[in-house]
């Protein structure tokens, strides 16, 4: 069966980094186009960055120049390096894979960033 693992969360100082990945299975890689969102506590679900199967990113306006997504075929993984990170950037993250009718969901990493 198809699987996202997330994994990189954790606490970190304002203006600190952190990498979330995402590690997919059971699935050809390369036909999905892959997103990740987060979730803050009482907020929607809002989408963060987002990279195509062919590698076009794109980027919520609160993370442009912070944050970069990358994906790597061999390793079935997708990336989010978060750099200078901020207090409002804590939130659950999560990755998507969606192709067509598909769409699977990771089970969240948590992200605390400390002012």
């Known amino acids: 069966q198809v699987q996202l693992v997330e994994s990189g969360g954790g606490l970190v100082q304002a203006g600190g980094s952190l990498r979330l990945s995402c590690v997919c299975s059971?699935?050809?890689?390369?036909?999905?186009?892959m997103d990740w969102y987060r979730q803050a506590p009482g907020k929607q679900r809002e989408l963060v960055a987002s990279?195509?199967?062919?590698?076009?990113?794109n980027y919520e306006d609160s993370v442009k120049g912070r944050f970069t997504i990358s994906r790597d075929a061999a390793k079935n993984t997708v990336y989010l390096q978060m750099n200078s990170l901020k207090p409002e950037d804590t939130a659950v993250y999560y990755c998507?894979?969606?192709?067509?009718?598909?769409?699977?969901w990771g089970q969240g990493t948590q992200v605390t960033v400390s002012s």
């Open positions: 059971g699935m050809n890689f390369r036909l999905y186009d």
């Open positions: 998507n894979a969606h192709w067509a009718a598909w769409s699977y």
């Open positions: 990279i195509t199967r062919g590698g076009t990113t």
